[in-house]
């Protein structure tokens, strides 16, 4: 009978604990407010309107609910944005497009339940489109540099055919056709004008609320080191014009092992390379010893 009472009381403790930390985090949470400005590429998000700003809080605190979540997008933007920012500065286009990798993939080599592949999220129709190579050997949605160059290749369209940066987002989750589509029949303006389905009308403000709080982590409590962000592989790469029949084999005549020629090298899907197209030559990472 000691024995359980004294593993109740313990339990009631640590319950009490619990509920304690429980009190602090939604305390915590409660005491964050949305940021009376934001923007995305320089454009205002009008947060006077009251519905908008009911969406953005919802982007806002739910995402907040996901602290371990957060710190993977900023631990993971350490290996990625590198790649983003300087493919965005070469393009002279605004650093925030960015910040569509993080609410697409969570800047993770993922798969949707669509087929859209890769920290950009292409379909294979777009992909091949904008010159990407998706076939059983080779998968360049999940090329870092290549899939990132023709992201912004897509948004560059938009922005020409919108003339805003909003809107050519929003062309990227639906379509720039739908969205063309859709300010002819509603006789809009602008992305805020428009009544489109949830999954647009909530991207825009996920995309503009992941990059408040990756932009200002501390502020929301969050504190992680620049060197604990991931950062790039040290690789080099080597040019191969013919076929590989056996990748295993070509890892070890480079130095290297199977495992982090496919690791450092997502796009490549099978255990052989056929010879390149026409010209073309396979830029394969191994690790720089």
């Not at 099978?270 to 830029?283: H, I, N, Q, T």
Request: charged share 25%; with cysteine.
């Amino acid at each position: 009978m000691k024995k359980y009472f004294i593993s109740l009381t313990i339990l009631s403790f640590v319950f009490s604990i619990s509920v304690l930390k429980a009190q602090n985090l939604f305390s915590y949470l409660s005491s964050l407010k949305l940021p009376n400005h934001l923007e995305f590429c320089g454009e205002k998000i009008p947060l006077d309107i009251p519905e908008v700003k009911e969406r953005a809080e919802r982007e806002f605190y739910l995402l907040l609910q996901q602290p371990g979540q957060i710190i993977l997008y900023i631990k993971r933007s350490g290996r990625y944005f590198p790649i983003f920012e300087k493919t965005i500065r070469e393009k002279n286009l605004p650093d925030d497009l960015k910040y569509l990798s993080v609410a697409e993939s969570a800047l993770y080599m993922s798969r949707s339940s669509k087929g859209a592949v890769g920290l950009w999220q292409f379909m294979p129709g777009t992909a091949r489109a904008y010159d990407l190579q998706v076939d059983d050997y080779v998968d360049e949605r999940r090329h870092p540099e290549k899939s990132t160059e023709a992201a912004l290749e897509y948004l560059k369209d938009g922005y020409k055919q919108h003339k805003s940066w909003i809107l050519s987002a929003a062309g990227y989750n639906m379509g720039n056709s739908n969205v063309a589509s859709h300010l002819d029949f509603q006789n809009g303006n602008n992305f805020f004008d428009l009544f489109l389905n949830e999954e647009t009308s909530r991207y825009i403000l996920r995309i503009v609320v992941i990059k408040e709080i990756m932009s200002n982590p501390e502020k929301y409590g969050f504190k992680i080191e620049a060197n604990d962000k991931y950062t790039p592989d040290n690789v080099k790469y080597i040019d191969c014009n013919e076929e590989i029949p056996n990748l295993s084999k070509w890892a070890t005549d480079n130095g290297s092992t199977y495992k982090d020629v496919k690791l450092l090298n997502p796009w490549i899907l099978d255990k052989k390379l056929p010879k390149p197209s026409k010209g073309d030559v396979y830029k394969i990472a191994v690790p720089m010893r």
